[in-house]
């Protein structure tokens, strides 16, 4: 057997089937957890791990997972601390050196965690909605 089929194979793999509405959205919606959770460097591992065994488009998990850029990273960053704050105080985390350092490094992580846990699958569900819709008028239209 030659290269190109084997390329060709390992891709359909990937791409686990049609792009049906359902598999857009549960696609988009693991890569925006999986982008939500900072894992950086790991996220295509993790991409994989989650999408070929469930048959969903790995490639367009990875895309939504990729919303951690260095652009968008430290705003996703803050909104998951301040989410975490929330919750757990009743306030936004102040962005101040002496609140930081009064608050200790554990309520901090444990802050970040929370928002994290709150964050993702809202977004998962938003976007993943959105996506479902998206495909799904796309396809009755190009019908």
Sequence with gaps: MSVRPKLRQAWQRLR????TPKRAALSVGIGLVVGLVPAYGFHWAIVLAMCV???LDAPVAYLAAN??????APFLFLAEVQIGSL??????????????????????IGE???GIAILAPAAA???????????????KRGA
């Design 125 to 139: 569900l938003v976007f993943g909605w959105l996506t479902y819709v998206l495909v799904a008028w796309r396809q």
């Design 16 to 19: 686990g089937g049609e792009l």
């Design 53 to 55: 065994p469930l048959r």
């Design 87 to 108: 919750v757990m105080t009743g306030a936004t985390l102040p962005l101040t050196k002496e609140a930081l350092q009064a608050r200790g490094p554990g309520a901090f």
């Design 112 to 114: 970040t965690i929370l």
């Design 67 to 72: 919303i951690s850029n260095p652009l968008f």
